[in-house]
Every structure is written in C-alpha cells, then in structure tokens.
C-alpha cells in the first residue's frame, strides 16, 4: 500500500473496455475453428504478488473480485490485508502513523478482516491457496487467493501468534509496513532498530518452520541483509521498483523512499527470490517514474527494463492495485492483461512472460509452502 485511504471509489471495473476472452473461446468453440482454439490455449494465466482489489477503495461485497479473478485467469493473487490499516494516514508527502494502537487492538483489526475475506472466498467459492498442491491446482486453471498481510503488526510481538493465522490461511507475511514494530525498521521512517530486531530475525525463521512466505517490502536495506541471512527459503519483495542505491527516508515523497537498490534486488535473486513491480500511475510522471495513470504500456516498459537488471527468474507483477489509490496503472485484471498484450508487442520472448505472468511466484510460493 503507498497512498492515502482516500475514500473515494475508483472503481474502473464497471466502465473499463474488457478483452473478450470468454467471446472468442465461445466463438472457436462455435465455429470449431482451428485456427482460433490455440490462441485461447495460450493465454497465459496471471499471478500478482501483491493487491488490495475490494479491500480499499471497493465495496468488498460487490468488488467484482471472484469474476475478474476467473474471467482474466489469474491463477495465483496475493490477496494483502492491510494489517495497520486504522492506524495510518496520508499525507501530500506519502503516509505516516498517525496513532498508537492499544494493546490487543492490533490482533483484534486482523482478525476480524481475516474473517471477512475468509467469508468472500467461501461466497465465492475462491480456492484458498494453502499447500503446494493447491498452487499445482490453480496453475491448472483454478483462481487461487493467497491470504497475504500487509505488515506482522497483529503479531503484537510475539511470534506465537503466528499460530492463530496460519491456522485461518495465511501464507504469506510482509514484516514490516507505515507503523513502529518490534520486528525491524522499514524505508518510510527513521531506522530505530539497525535492521531487523531479534524478534524480527526470529520471525522469519518462524515462517520459514511453518510455511509462510517472507516478503521484504518495505524493510530498510539492512533489515533485507538481515532477514537474508537468517532465511532458509526464497523471499519475495512483493511490490516497489528498484533504482541505484535505493530509498532514503529523508526522501520528500513516498514512492522515493519505497526504493529497493540494485544491489538488494540482487541479493534476494540470488537466492532464489523474486521482485515484484507495482503498478503506480503518477499523475506527473517523471524521469526515475515514467508510468502515468492507467499507462499499462509504460508499466510493461518498467516490467523489461527489471527484467534487464536481474533476470527474467526474479520478476513478477506486485500491482498494489487500490494500494496506490487512485495512482493507478493498473486497476483490475483486464489492464493486466494489457500489460501481457504489451510485452508481446515488444517482442519480449514467451518464456519471459511467463515468468513474469506466474511461473516465479509460483515458485517461490511452492518452496514456502506446507507441502
Ligand atoms: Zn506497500
């Protein structure tokens, strides 16, 4: 999440042209055409590291999640709940803490949000991804949802509470995200811990015994050295861009300070790990972001040009879609498919996309997970 819990509903889903998939495979049925049947098999299925999609700025209810999950074919969703999300606001800058939250607040919020999505899946009969076998399942053409958190702040500092979440589903834990924590510094605020705390340390390796991928977003570069060296699985960094030395927290502006260096980036390839891009539409784009609003052409360009720096095996989609409000490049799953469009305008060879689309995340969920 990167921008302001605005309030306002940008809901593009209703208005948006959408690509006819389910037209043209109805018509290749229809006409038995040969000619059309292969190019509905090759669509490739989808898989975001990172998406808020009915949890921000939609109504949950009528979000249109389950129907643009299965009409899209996204296999694999990283489905994030914002753990500190009643404790922050935004700024003109980004966003900051704005409170303290009393003791058990914390786990109360996410559990009782838990218990709402775990509700939609059931309505909507999402499969809820919790062993390898269910991201096999899903790549075979089911539409999966990895319960995701946005911060291990529920935790209230003590890793046995781990416990609760995994029992409920949860498979895949951002460390850190906009409040103090225990668990480490993260890039928006002055460090106070030298990386990641004891607690910290002792969290991903808690994750890592019990099943549930590590994501690094928004730690601090020491807090990343420090997670790497205490990891025995691949980790994500789920959603951000990557730029030379990285963010400083003295940045004037949140997505400055979000920046993951090269070098870090490559850390976490190294052993086994994938970045994800997000999908931020600045309004003025510039120079170091050149993605404006709903520019899915421009996301795709940032999509090759990491690709360029650490390889094809370490990139995947992190849209942050309602994360960035209404800074978006990327706002439902058609748009993403456009960014597919894209690459293959661009040549981008097919084994590329495919790791960008979903074979990465897929593979690091399936080193992370209960087997
Ligand atoms: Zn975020």
């Not at 303290?100 to 775990?118: I, K, N, S, V």
């Not at 097919?350 to 593979?363: D, K, L, Q």
Request: positive net charge; hydrophobic residues 45%; aromatic residues 8%.
């Amino acid at each position: 999440m990167l921008t302001a819990v605005d309030g306002q509903s940008h809901s593009a889903l209703g208005n948006a042209p959408r690509r006819r998939f389910l037209g043209r495979a109805f018509c290749a049925a229809l006409l038995g055409s040969p000619h059309l049947a292969p190019a509905q098999q090759l669509r490739v299925p989808l898989a975001d590291m990172h998406s808020h999609f009915g949890l921000i700025t939609r109504r949950l209810a009528d979000s249109g999640l389950a129907e643009d999950m299965r009409e899209q074919g996204v296999a694999l969703l990283a489905w994030t709940l914002v753990s500190d999300a009643r404790w922050i606001r935004g700024t003109p800058f980004g966003i900051e803490q704005f409170r303290e939250p009393q003791p058990g607040e914390l786990g109360r919020y996410f559990h009782a949000r838990l218990d709402l999505m775990r509700n939609y899946l059931a309505t909507h009969k999402l499969k809820t991804v919790l062993t390898v076998a269910d991201v096999d399942a899903c790549l075979a053409g089911e539409a999966g949802v990895v319960l995701a958190a946005e911060g291990a702040d529920f935790l209230e500092g003590h890793i046995g509470n781990l416990e609760a979440a995994f029992d409920k589903g949860l498979r895949h834990l951002q460390l850190v995200h906009y409040i103090r924590t225990p668990v480490g510094d993260f890039q928006t605020v002055a460090p106070v811990h030298n990386g990641l705390s004891e607690t910290g340390r002792r969290l991903v390796e808690a994750c890592n015994a019990r099943g549930v991928l590590v994501d690094l977003a928004h730690c601090t570069g020491p807090a990343v050295d420090h997670a790497l060296e205490v990891a025995k699985r691949p980790t994500v960094w789920s959603h951000g861009w990557v730029d030379g030395e990285g963010g400083d927290w003295r940045d004037p502006y949140g997505f400055l300070r979000r920046r993951l260096s090269i070098a870090h980036a490559r850390k976490i390839a190294a052993r086994g790990g994938v970045v994800g891009l997000w999908a931020l539409g600045l309004s003025r784009p510039g120079r170091l972001w050149p993605v404006g609003p709903a520019d899915t052409r421009a996301y795709a360009r940032e999509i090759v040009k990491l690709v360029g720096m650490i390889g094809a095996e370490h990139v995947a989609f992190g849209t942050d879609i309602e994360g960035v409000g209404p800074n978006w490049a990327v706002n439902h799953y058609g748009h993403l498919r456009n960014v597919i469009d894209h690459l293959q305008e661009f040549k981008v060879a097919a084994s590329v996309i495919e790791h960008v689309a979903w074979r990465n995340y897929a593979r690091v969920l399936k080193a992370a997970l209960p087997g």
